[in-house]
């Protein structure tokens, strides 16, 4: 499935943002922030280099084949429905959306203890809720766009100093399993609202797909000034 330009501006306000003359993002404004008014989210904070990253890798490699793949930042819903509860710009609950295939999440972790090899990458409770709620669009939401979606999960680590991260991509719906309360027991890993967080493993045999010594460098660029 593939939608035109018309058709996503038809269902969502698209929202464009491009690079500076330096090869730099700017921030965007979250109209609920601090006190619940309106917040300014500097470059760095908005990630969009790793998103960049992800979406080059994706597509050089073939990874969902030749399928669409459209980064959520830019489309917000025009309906007070599944299309404004998920997509909501730079503050969707997802990353990127393959029309009629699947939800992907991206998480970055520069830190060792956010993914160490021998346990996994430790999602925390927000991720948690967000994957839970992505899991349940095909049930309360009809649209041919999303339902019996897919969900994946990619990490994106630097597990050493370097100009290189690993990228490792997580089939969640093959490798955890959403019960209807904490207790209930599974074979799977196990994702559930009340829980403050999981460790997933981000090693080869648990991942559809897995890229080592992927260059960040001209990447990163695009949200912080290096000095170096």
């Known amino acids: ?83 404004k509860l998920f997509f909501k710009g730079a503050l969707s609950k997802m990353d990127f959306w393959i029309p009629g295939y699947a939800f992907i999440e991206v998480k970055y972790t520069g830190k060792s203890e956010r993914g160490q090899w021998w346990q996994g990458y430790k999602i925390n409770h927000g991720a948690i809720n967000s994957l839970c709620s992505l899991n349940q669009t095909y049930m309360h939401y009809s649209s041919d766009l999303w339902k019996n979606n897919k969900l994946f999960l990619i990490v994106v680590h630097k597990p050493d100093l370097g100009d290189r991260v690993s990228v490792s991509i997580i089939d969640v719906l093959d490798k955890c399993d959403f019960p209807n309360s904490r207790d209930e027991k599974t074979d799977k890993i196990k994702l559930h609202g009340g829980l403050s967080s999981v460790f997933i493993s981000v090693d080869k045999g648990n991942c559809l797909a897995r890229f080592d010594d992927v260059p960040y460098r001209k990447y990163h660029k695009r949200c912080h000034e290096e000095k170096y």
């Open 1 to 83: 499935m593939k939608i035109s330009d018309e058709q996503l501006k038809a269902l969502f306000d698209v929202k464009e943002y491009p690079l500076d003359d330096k090869g730099m993002y700017d921030g965007f404004e979250k109209p609920f922030g601090k006190n619940f008014r309106p917040e300014w989210i500097p470059r760095e904070d908005t990630w969009w280099w790793v998103e960049d990253l992800v979406f080059d890798l994706l597509k050089k490699e073939k990874v969902f084949g030749d399928r669409q793949i459209i980064p959520t930042r830019h489309l917000t819903g025009k309906k007070i429905d599944s299309h």
